[in-house]
């Protein structure tokens, strides 16, 4: 982030009575905790403030502080002096909900994922850094502002989910300092780890069954949630978030995928791996992306077809591997 930026900040922020932050749809730790630690802040100082996202907050971020307040809408009717886009590496990402160019004066576009496309007035990007939330921790410091123990915890939400608690190859050792900074400042790791991997009944019985699907085949693993499976055992989209790891952590599974049925023809791909080998090359052929080590896609496809159609692509990316 370089000094132009954050001066550019500093004025935008001084200017704007009103603004908006968004995240992308199925929202996450990073997206929310990073939105929830940026609304408190600037509700302190006086902004009018609106933090609306396209989909529901995942139960297991409803202890955050301000949570209650974050709105979900399809389509935002308002204008506002700043639009602040939090993780969408492109605008689909945040789900159409507003027309960024008629109804917010100046847009941000504040992001780690590679390949962004750069839609800002203002585009802060760094796909170093491990989470948003870094990148925001980092604005604020730089801003000079108090940090109190609520938006602490936000922070370091953010920034323990994204790297799945500080495990993925995104952690270095600025994100570790970063965490200590913040739990300085008051975040309380145990309280938030307790809700941040907290699961509940239906939701373990959709794991259950998850893992009775599950197939391997050399270094690939992947299993399927189809509607069905949704419906006969009650649990919601948000309980599976940290499904797809139990795949990812078996010892010989070196990329992981799961099949989540959304509709008749409509798929929801995700992506995770390990050792360097790269899902966002994968999750692009089906118009998806993300990191190298996370990635996703939506297939258009009834469940089975878009199964054999990832399949069939990441055979061939070992065999490409194999040869080079
Ligand atoms: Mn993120």
Known sequence: MTDAQVKNIRELLKKSKKILLSTHINPDGDGIGTGLALMRKLLKMGKKVDFINRDPLPEIYAFLPGSSQIKNSGKITGTYDLAIVLECPELERNGNIIDYKRQAVFTVNIDHHPGNTMYGNLNIVDPKAAAVGEQIFTLMKKLKW???????????????????????SNTTPHTHILAAELLKLGADPEEISSHVYSTNVPGTRLLNMMLSKM???????????SRGMYK???????DTDNFINSIRSIRDVEIAVLFKETGRSTVKVSFRSKNGA????????????????????????????AVSGVAREIRKYYRHKKAK
């Open 215 to 225: 197939r391997i085949e050399g270094k690939f693993g992947w299993s399927v949630l």
């Open 146 to 168: 108090d940090i109190d123990a609520d938006m602490a915890a936000c922070l370091y939400t953010a920034i323990e989910t994204d790297t799945g608690s500080f495990r993925y």
């Open 278 to 305: 790269d899902v966002n090359v994968i999750a692009r052929k089906f118009n998806g992306g993300g990191h190298k080590h996370a990635a996703g896609c939506v297939i258009n496809l009834p469940l089975q077809k």
């Open 232 to 238: 006969k055992t009650g649990a919601k989209e948000s």
